[in-house]
């Protein structure tokens, strides 16, 4: 392909390779003309001798002037052979160029490719993860039969790679084999289970889009893995998004019942309300069961929600077309908005937006109404998008709004846009046969209209006049008579038609006219179109079979006329019309009903919008926008009568949490064992249904499959009761003792404390095992003995591995904060997370692909004192003499483990008490929780108290809003935290601190240069700088010259690493490694100033 794209060039001096030598010359001859003549061979010669050059610099400039053509649109094929030689270069720069470059090139040059795919292969194993990542695209670019085993092996390699960014170009490849080789379907099925689990917010949207183009009638994978689709989503990028949605959207349509069904049912009951009292009740039944919807439903609904204010418009649509397909109907009003936001976007997004409202609005056109003036037509719209917001004023018009929107219409048909105008006419006509109190109304202004100077107008307006005139034909007369005169002057041959239509379908009422206007149209029927021609034999017709005295030799004249016509359609018409009026011996049985089948009544047209028959396609997709079904178009199903089992949904990491709920209450029990099997039932049952209505809420795509125990944890927490305080007292101090045996015995066995660890762990593994094999066979008492035992052998290691995995998982939330006491004990013995000697099930089950969960020793510290920092909330003026100030105390929540402790001083500052102070309406966003202060009955003048709050921020600096209310008045409210109040500090050895930082690093690493005076720089400085700003705790260091500090996020339980490293002079350099990249980079603008001011 290079040799003949070359000659050719060579030959015809093409302009597409010349740009390529000005481009190519202008850089390096000091001639800028020079380029203009220069041979391809010379254009070319340059970079090749550079790419061949012993310099990376030089290499490195010719790598980016090609990367660079090829952004611009120039071929740069002729350069493969050069450029590919270099994939092996050291240099990381140059590596990374070259392979943008064969990306583009590799499937087009694959003979070349192929030369150097053992160059690939060994990139796969580059530590670089976009060396690694690079290598797959080429390597899936180069679509070659052949490789389909390497490729194979390749994708499944990076499937399991560490870098989130390794596996979403693995499942990028997954597409790319598939269509090479469908037949590697069933191993890349394995494959698209295997990311489905991973709880990346970057593979996430690559590998559904995989899904959806490889298997997308396996609803079975998503079951698993569809709560914690629905937590990422909000994380997602914005492509990744609109592929989840869509997916989703047809996922629910199989999982779930219709939410539509309930003004259906209520009617049903209207219509048999004499039915029997037990029938009644058994619809009423009926219609209960129908109604409750399934939390797993309103999870999707939910977390779609904050989506709606996306700025890429594609994401709003997807949301929009997923309330409109799945929600119930009273919740779909709230996409209006959003979608008319999308208005002021370019006209692209504008067409397909008004298109999809279009179908909306012809089914609830309520929802849209209060927007009405925003489809408005602008004199900027292009005619597509003036056409659809008339469509949209069409829909939404009713007896209220019409008259404002005539006004509108009127102003349209005076456009300068005939295509317009004419359209306006025809919306006009629909809106009078719509709402029939305006159709004399519209049929005034249409016949005013016809001495318009534009013919166009006035023949638009002909035909829908026409088209009323067949609703009420009796009452206008004189509108027929006034059509009948323009003839003279219309030349457009569908309103003359029109008009000659109107003129035989009414002669009887028009007798003196009718004949006049055949005697006319006979004069010109030869020259006249042919659509005129057959109205014309159509109107000899009526009035011969009505008025023969004076048109018989009209009619006659006209027949023999198309007898000879050249159009055979007229020709055919002649001889069946003569058959049919003219009697004679021939005439068949049909002549007597002539008059009949001329003159019936003919039934008026129903003036129907053209997105009325769009509604069955999916929303937003381009078989709606086409009206056609699109190649790999998926069709939504309709909803299930009968909603499939909802416990497919459930993840094995919540089967594990029933067995485990007991393990920490084992002493207790024992004393108390006549009852435990019981108690276990009950919780087990109470359990799941709070998993399941729990998981609704859940938002944090941290908690990934299990998010629901930690909500449930969070919403029970609220719920006091003194028999759940006084079980949890006696549990603390159980749990208490037995962690100061622990104590004791680790001080004992010091010298075997590794051997200790590694007993620990495989038990745990053992009893793991146990424990899932009976959860799969519990039927009996015997067994649930049998589990009893295998929870007091594994009881030690299971609380602790709940801890660091972030898992609550038990369902008695009050027993969980209050246990979790002890993480704040300044003796407590760190312990050691279990490693992957647990089975490799329950690793994928508690860790997924998350790096934090590793095998260290980490134990929560006490925070360093720092002096109280105060907000105000409310001010006393604001207040109307209540003044409200808050500080975070940095103390462990005691309304739940995962929030953070806020510490609120009222003040009355007036002469008279304030009565009923309590907190009022919640405005938080979606995933935040909030345990209130309990209400506080009065307040004496200038009397203070301070009460106790938990918010759970979800590791976010997002503000909760809310209501600070009297007996009298609510005054709006709302608490930000900063960053650094949303860590507990922990305390770490130096070699773990180093160990963990080593696993995060790359994109979860962030970092930056402070410059300071010498003595800002002192330990003793830098300590209390940065546990000012962030409540962290000091990591000891055998280094003077480096600082280090840790943390975990109070929600999701995610390590903060801070490193300070002093450099030569007056500089340092500040390093943040978490997970939480987000929280990360905000610390760190947080800390830059403090750490550089003096």
């Not at 622990?742 to 010298?751: C, E, I, L, P, Q």
Request: proline content about 4%.
């Amino acid at each position: 392909m290079s040799s003949n794209s070359f000659s050719y060039n060579e030959q015809s001096g093409g302009g597409e390779a010349t740009e390529l030598g000005q481009e190519a010359t202008s850089t390096i001859s000091p001639s800028g003309a020079f380029g203009l003549f220069s041979s391809d061979l010379k254009k070319n010669e340059d970079l090749k001798q550079m790419l061949e050059s012993n310099k990376d610099s030089a290499k490195l400039d010719a790598m980016k002037r090609i990367v660079g053509m090829i952004a611009k649109g120039k071929n740069a094929s002729e350069l493969f052979p050069a450029v590919v030689k270099n994939v092996a270069s050291k240099n990381i720069e140059i590596k990374k160029l070259v392979y943008v470059y064969l990306v583009r090139y590799a499937e087009e040059q694959q003979d070349l490719a192929l030369l150097s795919i053992s160059t690939f292969q060994r990139a796969l194993k580059d530590p670089n993860q976009l060396i690694r990542a690079s290598a797959l695209r080429v390597l899936s670019s180069i679509r070659v039969p052949i490789i389909v085993p390497i490729m194979m092996l390749a994708i499944k390699e990076a499937s399991a790679d560490l870098s989130p960014y390794v596996r979403k170009n693995a499942a990028h490849a997954i597409q790319k084999l598939y269509s090479l080789d469908p037949e590697q379907k069933e191993m890349l099925i394995e494959v698209i289970e295997k990311l489905l689990k991973d709880k990346s917010t970057l593979v996430a949207g690559s590998v559904v889009m995989a899904f959806e183009e490889v298997c997308p009638d396996r609803i079975d994978l998503i079951h698993k893995n569809y709560r914690k689709l629905c937590n990422l989503l909000v994380d997602v990028e914005e492509w990744g998004q609109v592929v989840i949605i869509h997916m989703l959207t047809r996922y629910a349509r199989t999982q779930f019942v219709s939410p539509w069904k309930e003004g259906d049912e209520l009617e049903d009951n209207e219509k048999n309300f004499y039915e029997s009292d037990d029938d009644q009740k058994e619809k009423t039944d009926k219609r209960k069961k129908l109604y409750t919807m399934d939390p797993d439903h309103r999870l999707l609904i939910r977390n779609t929600k904050p989506l709606l204010q996306s700025r890429n418009a594609a994401v709003v649509m997807a949301v929009a077309q997923l309330y409109w397909h799945i929600s119930p109907k009273s919740e779909a009003g709230i996409i209006s908005k959003s979608l008319v936001r999308l208005l002021r976007s370019n006209r692209e997004v504008q067409y397909i937006v008004l298109q999809n409202i279009a179908t909306m609005s012809i089914q609830r056109k309520g929802i849209f109404e209060p927007y009405l003036k925003s489809f408005y037509v602008r004199s900027t719209d292009p005619t597509m998008i003036k056409t659809l917001k008339l469509e949209i004023l069409t829909n939404l018009a009713n007896e209220a709004n019409i008259s404002t929107l005539l006004r509108e219409f009127q102003t349209y048909v005076k456009s300068q846009d005939k295509q317009f105008a004419a359209a306006t006419i025809q919306t006009i006509g629909r809106c009078a046969t719509n709402i029939l109190e305006v159709t004399d109304t519209c049929l005034n202004g249409l016949v005013c209209l016809l001495s318009n100077r534009d013919e166009i107008v006035v023949a638009e307006s002909v035909v829908v006049i026409k088209k009323l005139l067949q609703m009420q034909p009796a009452q206008h007369g004189e509108i027929i008579k006034h059509m009948a005169k323009l003839l003279d002057s219309i030349t457009v041959p569908v309103a003359r038609a029109s008009i000659l239509w109107l003129i035989g379908e009414n002669c009887e009422r028009v007798p003196k006219i009718a004949p006049d206007v055949l005697r006319k149209m006979a004069k010109s029927f030869t020259s006249e179109d042919d659509l005129v021609k057959l109205q014309i034999l159509n109107l000899g017709a009526k009035l011969y079979l009505t008025n023969s005295k004076q048109t018989k030799l009209l009619t006659q004249y006209i027949l023999n006329l198309g007898k000879y016509d050249q159009n055979y359609d007229i020709r055919d018409r002649t001889r069946f019309i003569r058959q049919l009026i003219v009697p004679n011996e021939k005439s068949g049985a049909l002549s007597k009903y002539a008059k009949k089948i001329f003159l019936a009544q003919k039934p008026a047209p129903l003036l129907e919008s053209p997105f009325k028959d769009r509604d069955h396609f999916q929303l937003g997709t381009l078989s709606h926008t086409l009206n056609i079904k699109a190649t790999g178009y998926l069709e939504l199903s309709n909803w299930p009568e009968v909603a499939p089992d909802p416990s497919v949904r459930n993840v094995e990491v919540m089967e594990l949490a029933k067995e485990w709920t007991p393990a920490g209450k084992a002493k207790q029990e024992n004393s108390a064992k006549k009852f435990y099997s019981e108690s276990e039932e009950e919780e087990d049952s109470s359990d799941s249904s709070s998993d399941s209505e729990s998981e609704s809420g859940s938002e944090s795509g941290e908690q990934g499959e299990s998010g629901e125990e930690g909500d449930s944890n969070e919403d029970s927490s609220e719920d006091s009761s003194s028999e759940q305080d006084s079980e949890s007292g006696r549990e603390s101090g159980l749990e208490n003792k037995r962690t100061a045996k622990r104590n004791s015995k680790a001080k004992g066995k010091s010298d075997s404390e590794d051997g200790e660890k590694e007993n620990e762990k495989s038990k745990t593994s053992d009893s793991s095992n146990a424990e899932s094999s009976s959860i799969e066979d519990s039927s009996s008492d015997s067994e649930s003995e049998s589990e009893s035992e295998s929870e007091s052998e594994s009881r030690r290691v299971t609380k602790e591995k709940e801890k660091k995995t972030k898992q609550d998982r038990t369902p008695l939330t009050k027993d969980v904060s209050l246990l979790d006491l002890d993480d704040f004990n300044p003796v407590s013995t760190p312990v050691a997370l279990p490693t992957p000697a647990l089975s490799p099930s329950l690793m994928a089950d508690l860790e997924g692909l998350n790096l934090s969960t590793s095998s260290s020793v980490i134990s929560v510290s006490t925070p360093a004192f720092v002096p109280t920092k105060t907000h105000v909330l409310l001010h006393r003026m604001s207040g109307k003499g209540l003044a409200a100030h808050y500080f975070f105390p940095r103390q462990p929540c005691i309304f739940g483990d995962k929030m953070v402790s806020i510490q609120i001083t009222l003040n009355n500052t007036t002469d008279r008490k304030i009565e009923n102070i309590h907190i009022g309406e919640k405005k938080l966003p979606i995933g935040m929780k909030m345990h209130v202060f309990n209400p506080i009955d009065s307040l004496e003048p200038e009397g203070s108290i301070t009460v106790s709050m938990g918010i759970d921020f979800c590791d976010s600096t997002q503000t909760a809003s809310f209501q600070l209310c009297t007996k009298d008045d609510c005054f709006s409210v709302n608490i930000q935290p900063p960053v650094g109040e949303l860590l507990l500090p922990v305390a770490m050895s130096e070699k773990d601190f180093k160990k963990e930082q080593g696993m995060l690093t790359g994109m979860n690493e962030t970092s930056a240069v402070i410059i300071a005076a010498p003595q800002n720089f002192t330990p003793s400085v830098i300590f209390q700088k940065v546990v000012n700003v962030a409540n962290v705790g000091a990591v000891p260091s055998g280094q003077d010259n480096i600082h280090r500090f840790a943390a975990k996020t109070v929600h999701s339980g995610s390590l903060m690493l801070v490193t300070v490293e002093l450099k030569e002079g007056s500089t340092a350099q500040l390093i943040i490694n978490t997970e939480k990249t987000v929280i990360g980079s905000v610390l760190l603008r947080e800390l830059k100033p403090v750490l550089s001011q003096g």
